[in-house]
């Protein structure tokens, strides 16, 4: 009861609070959306070159002042200083450039970042390309608050999910790269490492993140939160995603930082992170049950969302849904904080039946 009470009041006063964005996938577009995966992509690749730009213009400042290139320093100071020598040395690491990269596409305000910002209000020559439902048919219709932070739908790579997924992806999975790498240097094994950044996802999806905020623990976040840290970890590093080995995005070759021109990354540089984990219509939510909450969401489902996907999709079956859900409960076969329920709200379990066991009752 304390709990619910203290969730209560957080509900009530949300407009004091840090807003969760929100998305509505079980709304389908009225007329399907152009896939700006591309688009997003070559911006994604000037974004990096603009990093790696600023990050090796300091390199080469320090280079001349040390007198590195040619052996002569061009300043008495500077190269005998322990402080460049050392700064040099963060420059060329992995840790400099991920925060390099962090700050051209993950940074500004959260959940706001500038990559998810620029797909919400960018001019595509192609429409079109963001959706959102209005108020009276979202599921958030009794929930004012959580519509007005309710984010466009878009379509990247053939998937279509909420913009949010984008800042979750740049911001929360740099907060994951940089958990992990504390965790190796305080003595955990990568595993170890990697399960508390994961246990640091669940925690603020249950808080300040999602329920506290919102009424919604989102695992379609969560699976963005993996995404993106796969992402900065692949900057510099191979990756397994699956069962593909993916090289690393950049590489360092006399002393600076450039894209990898032994692969073929840079033309599709988010397409490999990009999947159905990150639409809340597969990846279901787990919704607050103070005020009913998860039942008012349920029947607007089963009212209208239901019959555009029956239209849309008129050869989709419960149980290819129901496996695909399943198939997401992990990502490519790694553990994302996937947290199960047995109220789900699903396609599957409120189009496909006349009600729900957990509301037979």
């Known amino acids: 009861m304390k709990v619910k009470a203290i969730l209560s009041i957080v509900l009530l006063v949300q407009p004091l609070f840090i807003k969760a964005f929100e998305t509505d996938q079980y709304n389908l577009p009225k007329v399907p959306l152009e896939d700006i995966g591309y688009e997003l992509d070559k911006y994604t690749a000037k974004k990096i070159e603009k990093a790696l730009y600023k990050l090796n213009e300091r390199i080469k400042s320090i280079d001349i002042c040390l007198g590195i290139k040619d052996n002569r320093a061009s300043n008495k100071d500077c190269s005998i200083s322990r402080k460049n020598r050392e700064k040099l040395v963060y420059l060329r690491s992995e840790k400099a450039l991920a925060k390099a990269v962090f700050k051209e596409l993950g940074?500004?305000?959260?959940?706001?970042?500038?990559?998810?910002?620029?797909?919400?209000?960018?001019k595509f020559p192609l429409?079109?390309?963001?959706?959102?439902?209005?108020?009276?048919?979202?599921?958030?219709?009794?929930?004012?608050?959580?519509?007005?932070?309710?984010?466009?739908?878009?379509?990247?790579?053939?998937?279509e999910f909420g913009t949010d997924k984008i800042a979750h992806i740049f911001q929360q999975g740099y907060s994951y790269y940089k958990k992990y790498g504390r965790g190796l240097r305080k003595g955990l094994t990568k595993n170890e490492a990697l399960r508390k950044a994961v246990k640091w996802g669940q925690k603020t999806e249950k808080t300040y993140y999602g329920t506290w905020v919102s009424g919604v623990y989102s695992n379609a976040d969560l699976a963005a939160n993996y995404a993106g840290l796969k992402f900065y970890q692949g900057l510099t590093s191979k990756i397994k995603i699956g069962e593909k080995l993916r090289p690393a995005i950049l590489v360092q070759k006399e002393g600076v930082w450039a894209f990898n021109k032994n692969s073929n990354l840079k033309a599709n540089l988010l397409k490999p992170f990009i999947s159905k984990h990150l639409n809340e219509a597969y990846n279901p939510n787990k919704y607050f049950k103070l005020f009913k909450f998860n039942k008012v969401i349920r029947r607007v489902v089963r009212k209208q969302s239901c019959k555009q996907w029956i239209k849309r999709y008129p050869k989709l079956s419960k149980y290819e849904l129901e496996a695909t859900t399943k198939s997401l409960e992990l990502w490519y076969g790694e553990d994302y904080g996937f947290s199960r329920s047995k109220n789900f709200i699903t396609i599957a379990n409120t189009c496909f039946s006349s009600k729900p066991k957990s509301e037979k009752k």
């Open 107 to 122: 940074d500004g305000l959260i959940f706001l970042s500038k990559t998810s910002s620029w797909v919400e209000h960018h």
């Open 127 to 159: 429409k079109p390309v963001r959706y959102k439902t209005s108020f009276r048919r979202s599921i958030y219709v009794t929930a004012p608050l959580n519509y007005m932070t309710l984010s466009s739908t878009i379509k990247i790579h053939g998937v």
